[in-house]
């Protein structure tokens, strides 16, 4: 018998080629005769490489049949012919974009423990743009970014992950944006190409997700993913208002989270530095961030930062933000004339004269005027107090 049906496999492999339609049906007939999962695997490694559309029909029969196929009644020798010929027919039919395949294709993924064939199965899905199973992919991922997959290996989870954000990039879905974004900051390695490719498909996902970067910044109790998500939004293509608005969400977390680790303390002054630089940048000036602006300026932050605020102050020109500017720079004369002149940065105190100048408003001129008549100041600091008057 066995002979007979590989004689039929031979035959068929020389004639087939002659009519399209008349090939398909007689791959199908001739599928239909064997009755070893070795000879059918056969018939579907002729038939791999054909665009022939004819062949949808076999293709849905084979995953079909094997979808019927309880896995524990197939033997160890025949599990290796099984997964290959699910894989064969979900990807053809991937190929193919066979819609009407979906459920068949879902129901292979759910069912086969077969790595490969999972994977596959998500990628002829993502080929097809079938967005039906879209929830139970969210969730998936969502699993696999919170570690929560622990049945397999690093490499099998990345493996998942990676072909589950190649469909998401196929469906362009709203739905998927945060737990791609949780990819874009998750523990997969570098090499894996995961979190890069995750964080360039959500500038394609949508315009706007300033609500949802906006739920991270103040919501989120990892500062890296509010770091993250506010240099997504810096990145992005959303409005200088709503851009703005995010900076300011980031300027708020930054002040109202104190905490004394090293590693974490870097983070805040890594967001407050961002959220100040989006502002300076931006053609929309917030007022809502004066008062945090303030805060850097006047309490106990790095000169980095206070530097940066200074910068951003001064292309505010506002009444608030001059008010700002001369509440430091009066805190600055009294300590200076108090002798406290070991607690002050010259490098501030130049920079916030240099922004009174350039913003040119007049009610620095009292505050510019005590600071060329402190003897004890700098002759770098007087002279910037003189070139910033004649500025006014």
Not at 210 to 224: A, M, T, Y
Not at 333 to 350: C, E, F, L, W, Y
Request: hydrophobic fraction near 40%; proline fraction near 3%; glycine fraction near 2%.
């Amino acid at each position: 018998m066995k002979k007979l049906q590989l004689l039929l496999i031979c035959i068929i492999i020389i004639v087939a080629p002659a009519f399209s339609q008349e090939s398909a049906d007689m791959w199908i007939q001739l599928y239909d005769r064997l009755d070893t999962l070795e000879y059918k695997y056969n018939i579907l490694q002729n038939i791999v490489d054909s665009d022939d559309r004819a062949l949808i029909p076999l293709l849905q029969k084979v995953l079909d049949e094997t979808n019927r196929t309880t896995l524990s009644t197939v033997t160890t020798t025949d599990r290796r012919y099984f997964d290959e010929m699910q894989r064969i027919a979900i990807r053809k039919l991937g190929e193919f974009r066979v819609i009407e395949s979906e459920d068949a294709i879902f129901q292979a993924f759910r069912n086969n423990t077969n790595l490969v064939v999972r994977t596959d199965a998500i990628m002829a899905l993502g080929n097809m743009e079938s967005d039906k199973f879209i929830d139970d992919f969210i969730i998936t991922l969502r699993n696999i970014n919170m570690r929560a997959e622990s049945n397999f290996s690093v490499s099998e989870n990345e493996a998942m992950a990676f072909a589950l954000v190649n469909y998401f990039e196929n469906i362009r879905d709203i739905r998927s944006y945060e737990v791609l974004f949780y990819a874009a900051s998750g523990w997969y390695g570098p090499r894996s190409g995961i979190r890069e490719n995750a964080r360039n498909i959500l500038q394609l996902i949508t315009e706007d997700p300033s609500e949802i970067l906006k739920n991270i910044i103040e919501n989120d109790p990892s500062f890296e993913n509010k770091i993250l998500a506010l240099s997504i939004a810096n990145d992005s293509s959303i409005s200088d208002e709503r851009k703005s608005n995010l900076a300011v969400s980031g300027l708020r977390e930054g002040i109202r989270h104190i905490t004394h680790t090293t590693a974490e303390i870097m983070q805040l002054s890594t967001l407050r530095l961002l959220a100040s630089n989006m502002l300076l940048n931006s053609p929309h000036k917030d007022p809502e961030a004066i008062p945090y602006l303030e805060r850097i300026l006047l309490d106990n932050y790095s000169t980095s930062e206070k530097l940066a605020v200074i910068e951003t102050l001064a292309t505010y020109r506002s009444n608030e933000a001059v008010e700002t500017l001369l509440k430091f720079l009066r805190d600055q004369n009294t300590k200076q004339t108090a002798g406290m002149s070991p607690h002050i940065d010259r490098r501030t105190v130049i920079a916030t004269i240099n922004a009174l100048g350039e913003i040119g408003n007049p009610a620095a001129r009292g505050e510019l005027i005590v600071v060329t008549t402190i003897p004890s100041w700098a002759t770098a600091v007087v002279q910037a107090a003189q070139a910033a008057l004649a500025r006014l």
